[in-house]
């Protein structure tokens, strides 16, 4: 596609739920990227893919976090058991292999846990 | 560990006065540095980069300079429009092979006509 996908645009869940987010990233992109982004404040670092190495897991708040990504395609967050304070942004972003290259986000994902 | 310091906002100007957004970073090494954009209702873009030591980055009037001495990487415009409003990320990419960006705070900016 042409840029960063992600879907639901919008998801309201209920406390203690479970909820999956997806990010298509841009293809040939071998890094992928996950942050959080609560109202009013910065990105915060959740997660981060760069082709088959290890993922840099280091910016899930919780055991409740994980994501996937299967090689250099789609990823998904999941947040098991989901509480008020998981209410955000999610946004996904992915860059061509390179640390000095740009880093294209999606529109992103706003959670509401109810 | 490597982390990014901005000035709090917000930051409220009238067009056509000079902005600086100062930012300060935290490395082991010797990171690119990025700042991003979100205008409101859109998600974030890159607005201007640079990779190494007295880089200067641009972009729509923007500019910054890679200052390894003072770590830093403030953002100026010389003359800002209301079209510039927006939220301002200034970010890194991590030392080593990682390249793991990490993100500042973001500054509101509101340019008032």
């Known amino acids: 596609g042409a840029g960063v996908s992600q879907s639901p645009s919008n998801k309201v869940t209920e406390k203690g739920k479970d909820v999956e987010l997806r990010c298509d990233p841009i293809?040939?992109?071998?890094?992928l990227y996950w942050y959080r982004q609560r109202l009013g404040q910065g990105l915060e670092f959740l997660i981060y893919?760069?082709?088959?190495?290890?993922?840099?897991k280091s910016g899930l708040p919780s055991d409740r976090f994980s994501a996937e990504r299967t090689g250099e395609s789609v990823s998904t967050l999941t947040i098991q058991r989901t509480q008020q304070e998981d209410s955000a942004v999610y946004l996904c972003?992915?860059?061509?292999?390179?640390?000095?290259?740009?880093?294209?986000f999606g529109q992103g994902t706003r959670l509401t846990v109810v | 560990g490597d982390s990014v310091t901005q000035m709090e906002g917000p930051v409220t100007l009238s067009e056509e006065a000079f902005l600086t957004i100062n930012c300060t970073y935290t490395?082991?090494?010797?990171?690119?540095l990025f700042w991003y954009v979100q205008y409101p209702g859109e998600g974030l873009q890159l607005l201007l980069k640079?990779?190494?030591?007295?880089d200067k980055g641009s972009n729509k009037g923007f500019e910054a300079t890679y200052r390894k001495e003072t770590t830093s990487f403030h953002l100026e415009k010389g003359s800002v429009q209301v079209s510039d409003s927006a939220v301002y990320f200034c970010?890194?990419?991590?030392?080593?092979?990682?390249?793991?960006?990490?993100f500042g705070q973001g500054t509101t900016l509101q340019v008032k006509p």
């Open positions: 972003a992915s860059s061509p292999r390179g640390r000095s290259t740009e880093a294209f």
């Open positions: 293809s040939g992109h071998t890094a």
């Open positions: 893919f760069q082709g088959n190495s290890a993922p840099d």
């Open positions: 490395a082991t090494g010797y990171p690119s």
């Open positions: 640079a990779t190494k030591a007295d």
């Open positions: 970010a890194l990419s991590a030392t080593g092979n990682t390249g793991k960006l990490i």
